[in-house]
């Protein structure tokens, strides 16, 4: 509600994105404007980008934790690279720092994370766990795979984590900010403010411009980031699917095999009605069975024990069903017995059993001849499977054994495809009209992943399409698209700009002759330029906060704008400049708001707390020194933001 505050305060924390304290801790820090200590670089070696006490961050940290930043973008941007991360880099470099630093006051103090709580945390990941919800070795390495991540890697994360758990969250909690504090900032809320409201249009301003070719030219090359064709490749797939396994089929010999193996389905069943009582003391399950054997109902006889007759009948049950409620032996001794027998006590790992056979019906099964047609279409989309899967797997033996793509691809005679050049949304800019195969599109994925030196992958599709391998065949770094391919669009975008500075400057006019006695309206028409009526604007601060991050640009202007003045702004959706001129301001009296003081209170405690974890982490830092390597973190960052790095 606040966030008007956070805007007009000069503060680190007045312009710190507001969340859960714990999530601040754990990376609103890397964001804010803590610096390291730079006190040189003695002792740090040429990989060391920086040292908090004796822990470093090196070139291949930094390199690591690009590469997973990356992979996080290309989720939601296939197309971004490296350069596209440069803002990043800073940041992602001050956390690892902040994470160092913290580390070496946690040695130096004697605060030791345990290997079996770090192998408890890692346990908690999700995809780490095999089929049956154990954490296995297996499970975890491919994880680690997917992350490009060692297993080093993965616990200095944790460690970190853990570390700022349990010492900044306890320096951050219960940060409570003075009523005296808050009263203020909630009669600011409540001030009121009157103005008006004018454009000046770019559009009617374009006419008239002819750029040369020169200004063409240096107005592209000025401008070369803003026409930068994404990262482009051919890539070459070779596919493993449906059709490289069509001929097989299930024989005769393979349907009666199943069919015998599964009598459980296709035989006829014995389906019995049973009454069950299962209590925990054989004594107890001696009485139940004694009263069920004198002609008491199993509902009856178990009634004594606790037991309602909804726990007792269970119904129709065929022997597997049975297996699997009560087990082996009990299942056995059930379906032995003639009906009305009382079976039991019978002891399982559930307790003591006391069963009634209250009724038996042959079930008839299915004959061959009927079930021919569904056995032979499972057992040919499980050989199907199989035989895909053997595939795949001498594909991956052949790649381990060092084949190329060519040669592992000949190994089972597969037809190779090659794309046009495309980009990683799988469109080919030369050509329109193609589309990259929908089902695919793991392989488009994986195929922009790769390094033009990584050896091909194989990758499993959607549904029922199989598999493909993939490999790049050429790779075609981000670059300006030619000018010659694109020259009206720069010609518009030429002409966009200068009718945008002709604009700015009626608008910085306009607002100059408004400021003081002269309205907006009369300023503007001193101006002999079209400008649409005069809107008025009338808000209280309070509303904007309401707002968040919707409120209209002109509205932000009018409350940091003085009385009697006016002042130009740039309009977000770039139809031209707006003057906004404040005629008057109402200041607003929050002493019969007590419900909004509270609120100001609880909003600015978050702030407040990760005022506080700051302020722990920078004594942490001082505590046991940082330096860093600014001419190493200089070269690593030009290294890993160059559009050629992949």
């Not at 989720?75 to 720092?97: C, G, R």
């Not at 297993?151 to 306890?170: A, W």
């Not at 006019?509 to 008025?536: E, M, W």
Request: hydrophobic share 40%.
């Amino acid at each position: 509600m606040l966030s008007t505050f956070r805007r007009m305060s000069k503060s680190t924390i007045g312009t710190s994105l507001i969340g859960l304290v714990g999530f601040l801790i754990l990376i609103g820090f890397a964001l804010g404007d803590i610096q390291g200590l730079s006190i040189g670089t003695p002792g740090l070696s040429s990989d060391d980008l920086a040292k908090a006490g004796s822990f470093e961050v090196t070139d291949r940290d930094m390199s690591s934790a690009m590469q997973r930043r990356l992979a996080q973008v290309r989720e939601q941007n296939p197309e971004a690279d490296y350069s596209t991360l440069a803002a990043d880099f800073d940041p992602i470099l001050q956390q690892l720092i902040d994470q160092a630093a913290l580390s070496a006051f946690a040695q130096k103090h004697g605060l030791d994370l345990s290997k079996r709580l770090i192998d408890a945390e890692i346990a908690n990941i999700p995809g780490v766990r095999g089929l049956n919800g154990q954490v296995s070795a297996q499970a975890y390495q491919a994880f680690l795979s997917r992350q490009r991540m060692t297993d080093s890697e993965v616990r200095q994360l944790i460690t970190g984590t853990l570390l700022q758990r349990l010492m900044l969250t306890p320096a951050a909690s219960n940060a409570q900010v003075p009523v005296g504090v808050a009263t203020p900032y909630a009669s600011m809320l409540l001030e009121e403010r009157d103005g008006e409201v004018a454009l000046v249009p770019i559009a009617p301003l374009m006419k008239g411009f002819n750029p040369t070719d020169a200004q063409v030219q240096q107005y592209y090359t000025q401008n070369r980031t803003r026409y930068m064709v994404p990262e482009q490749r051919v890539l070459r797939l070779a596919r493993i699917g449906p059709e490289q396994v069509a001929n097989i089929q299930a024989s005769d010999k393979d349907v009666q095999d199943y069919y015998n193996a599964h009598q459980d389905v296709y035989g006829a069943k014995d389906i019995r009605t049973i009454s069950q009582a299962v209590v925990p003391d054989p004594n107890v399950a001696n009485q139940i069975a004694q009263r069920a054997r004198s002609g008491q109902s199993m509902a009856d006889a178990a009634k004594p024990a606790g037991l309602a007759a909804a726990d007792v009948n269970i119904g129709a049950q065929s022997r597997t069903q049975f297996t699997d409620l009560a087990g082996d032996k009990v299942a056995a001794a059930a379906f032995a017995a003639k009906v009305g027998t009382i079976v039991g006590p019978i002891q399982s790992d559930l307790g003591w059993h006391v069963i009634k056979i209250e009724s038996s019906q042959t079930k008839p099964g299915k004959s061959l001849a009927a079930a021919r047609g569904e056995i032979v279409a499972q057992i040919t989309t499980d050989k199907r499977k199989t035989a895909l899967a053997n595939m795949v797997n001498k594909i991956e033996d052949e790649l381990d054994g060092g084949s190329n793509f060519d040669e592992a691809a000949k190994s089972l005679n597969l037809t190779v495809t090659t794309t046009p050049i495309i980009t990683a949304t799988g469109v080919a800019r030369a050509d329109p009209a193609y589309k990259f195969p929908a089902e695919l599109a793991p392989a488009l994925k994986s195929g922009f992943e790769l390094a033009a030196s990584d050896e091909p992958v194989v990758e499993q599709l959607t549904g029922d399409n199989g598999f493909a391998m993939v490999a790049p065949a050429q790779v075609i770094p981000a670059a300006p698209a030619p000018l010659a391919s694109i020259r009206d669009q720069v010609v518009q975008d030429w002409t966009q700009t200068q009718a945008s500075a002709r604009a700015k400057t009626i608008a910085d006019q306009i607002a100059f002759r408004a400021t003081g006695a002269t309205s907006l309206a009369d300023a503007a028409r001193q101006a002999n330029v079209p400008v649409p009526a005069i809107q008025a604007a009338q808000a209280r601060r309070i509303q904007l906060s309401e707002m968040g991050d919707k409120v209209p640009a002109p509205l932000r202007v009018l409350f940091s704008t003085p009385q009697g003045k006016a002042q130009v702004g740039s309009d977000p959706q770039q139809r031209g400049y707006f003057i906004v001129k404040v005629n008057k301001i109402i200041p607003g009296n929050a002493l019969n708001q007590p419900r909004l003081i509270g609120e100001v209170q609880n909003e600015f405690s978050q702030p407040l707390a990760q005022e506080l974890a700051q302020q722990f982490l920078a004594a942490a830092k001082k505590d046991v020194g940082v330096r860093r390597n600014e001419p190493v973190i200089a070269a690593t960052k030009k290294r890993i933001t160059s559009p050629a790095v992949e």
